[in-house]
């Protein structure tokens, strides 16, 4: 009677080896030219289930929408800041008490971790950033006690893969100069009870490598396995998250749990990132972490969260990686889903964006009667200021000749500058029209109203020949020199 007592409990108590589910949340970035208002945002997450958001810096409009909406946040801290985190526990003070005690009322925000610096230890930083996490961890962490928040929020650091290496998954260490840095940030985040957060991106491991196996990157099997002893690898997830597994396991923390902070597939912009690559790279992921399979060396024990990487495009992003910097949301700038995607959050597909205030069904595009030979300059004038990587190898439109790539930009520009007839000039190079001139998979853009959008049209004429004049500036020394 009293094991049969003690199995009832243990069932109910959820102690019968069940595994917890894999939280599945978005990475929201708002590094763009044309912001949906932050309500349409939090709407849009809310409708489609998405119950776990993370931020790459507070914002004040930003967290506001939150407040109320029941969303799990991760707030980061940009490597900026950690210099002076770092040094100054007063500035670590002020920083919580501005952007997370202010927000944390009984129907406020729930945030629930604190990302101290973004990739910090990235190999491309040459150490800029590393020396500062500890101590700002350490500081940020006396804040929060004094803030009474320790019981329910918790700082991460969020690591690029680069922070481990290994040739295969179980040998995974991490590189040499961070050993000792890791070990610190390891045993604090172990007595804290927060998780290592990760961030892998198989397609920079393709994008970056030509000898990479392309079929490796998905999930759907491949011709090309990793044979790491008993253990066999057929997609780069796994092994790469293997590797950082065992490079916890040389610290002695090798049943820590691992979040993955940012993870995705760009749609747009480079060979290989196109809507159909994505749709099957993010689908394929889902599906592997909510079947519960795990990996080779954590068997049945998936990773804690996925934030997929990113909800929305950013078209304002810095394209020295790549063009299709602007292209990971799974979501377009305006809110409409690129593809089809179930998220394994109650809805089979995703749910367009509510209320988006679109600006009028008019588009920029050259003037068929035109003589293009001086369209030059206005183009790369248009695209030193509106995003046409869409245009460049490997985009949804590259393919649409001479004259479409010129409209392309005329029209990028017309709709960044709220469509102002002035912006549509270009010396009588372009003319205005009512008909969609999207061709195939390339879409011309319509701009939407933000709360900008009433200073920006004052701008238009300012904005254009100061553009304009710089270029002609550096045209005229590169003719003299």
């Given at each position: 009677?009293?094991?049969?007592?003690?199995?009832?409990?243990?069932?109910?108590?959820?102690?019968?080896?069940?595994?917890?589910?894999?939280?599945?949340?978005?990475?929201?970035?708002?590094?763009?030219?044309?912001?949906?208002?932050?309500?349409?945002?939090?709407?849009?997450?809310?409708?489609?289930?998405?119950?776990?958001?993370?931020?790459?810096?507070?914002?004040?409009?930003?967290?506001?929408?939150?407040?109320?909406?029941?969303?799990?946040?991760?707030?980061?801290?940009?490597?900026?800041?950690?210099?002076?985190?770092?040094?100054?526990?007063?500035?670590?003070?002020?920083?919580?008490?501005?952007?997370?005690?202010?927000?944390?009322?009984?129907?406020?925000?729930?945030?629930?971790?604190?990302?101290?610096?973004?990739?910090?230890?990235?190999?491309?930083?040459?150490?800029?950033?590393?020396?500062?996490?500890?101590?700002?961890?350490?500081?940020?962490?006396?804040?929060?006690?004094k803030a009474n928040l320790a019981g329910s929020v918790k700082l991460v650091v969020p690591c690029n893969a680069d922070a481990y290496e290994s040739t295969v998954p179980s040998q995974g260490a991490f590189r040499p100069e961070l050993t000792q840095i890791m070990t610190q940030l390891v045993q604090f985040l172990n007595s804290n009870g927060a998780p290592f957060i990760v961030n892998i991106y198989p397609f920079l491991s393709l994008y970056d490598n030509g000898e990479f196996p392309q079929d490796y990157a998905f999930f759907e099997g491949t011709t090309h396995p990793v044979i790491d002893g008993p253990n066999v690898y057929t997609n780069a997830f796994d092994g790469n998250y293997d590797t950082l597994v065992a490079a916890l396991s040389k610290l002695g923390y090798g049943q820590m749990p691992i979040v993955i902070g940012e993870i995705g597939w760009p749609s747009d912009g480079a060979m290989g990132a196109n809507i159909t690559a994505a749709r099957v790279f993010n689908q394929g992921l889902v599906n592997h972490v909510l079947s519960n399979k795990g990996t080779p060396l954590r068997p049945n024990s998936p990773p804690m969260d996925i934030y997929i990487f990113s909800l929305l495009d950013e078209g304002a992003k810095s394209i020295l990686p790549g063009s299709f910097e602007r292209h990971w949301g799974i979501f377009s700038f305006d809110g409409k889903p690129k593809y089809p995607l179930n998220l394994g959050l109650g809805n089979k597909e995703l749910k367009n964006a509510k209320n988006v205030e679109y600006l009028p069904s008019r588009w920029c595009v050259a003037s068929a009667s035109?003589?293009?030979?001086?369209?030059?300059?206005?183009?790369?004038?248009?695209?030193?200021?509106?995003?046409?990587?869409?245009?460049?190898?490997?985009?949804?439109?590259?393919?649409?000749?001479?004259?479409?790539?010129?409209?392309?930009?005329?029209?990028?520009?017309?709709?960044?500058?709220?469509?102002?007839?002035?912006?549509?000039?270009?010396?009588?190079?372009?003319?205005?029209?009512?008909?969609?001139?999207?061709?195939?998979?390339?879409?011309?853009?319509?701009?939407?109203?933000?709360?900008?959008?009433?200073?920006?049209?004052?701008?238009?004429?300012?904005?254009?020949?100061?553009?304009?004049c710089i270029l002609l500036v550096i045209l005229i020394i590169q003719w003299i020199f």
């Open positions: 009677m009293l094991v049969m007592v003690v199995v009832v409990i243990l069932a109910l108590c959820g102690a019968s080896g069940a595994v917890a589910e894999t939280g599945i949340g978005v990475n929201w970035g708002t590094v763009s030219f044309r912001k949906l208002k932050p309500t349409t945002v939090v709407d849009l997450l809310k409708d489609n289930k998405i119950g776990k958001v993370k931020l790459f810096e507070a914002e004040e409009e930003v967290l506001k929408a939150l407040m109320g909406s029941g969303i799990e946040i991760m707030l980061g801290i940009p490597n900026e800041h950690l210099s002076l985190l770092s040094s100054s526990p007063s500035a670590a003070d002020m920083w919580i008490q501005k952007n997370v005690s202010a927000y944390m009322s009984k129907h406020g925000a729930l945030i629930r971790y604190i990302a101290v610096g973004n990739e910090p230890f990235l190999t491309s930083y040459n150490g800029e950033f590393q020396n500062f996490v500890i101590p700002a961890i350490q500081n940020l962490q006396e804040s929060i006690v035109s003589d293009m030979n001086n369209v030059a300059n206005h183009v790369r004038m248009a695209c030193s200021v509106a995003d046409c990587t869409t245009l460049n190898y490997g985009g949804s439109c590259n393919g649409i000749g001479e004259k479409g790539n010129i409209s392309y930009a005329f029209n990028s520009y017309y709709q960044l500058q709220m469509q102002d007839a002035r912006s549509c000039n270009f010396d009588g190079l372009g003319v205005v029209t009512s008909r969609d001139p999207s061709v195939g998979a390339c879409r011309f853009i319509l701009g939407v109203k933000d709360k900008d959008s009433d200073s920006s049209a004052s701008q238009i004429t300012t904005t254009y020949k100061y553009h304009l």
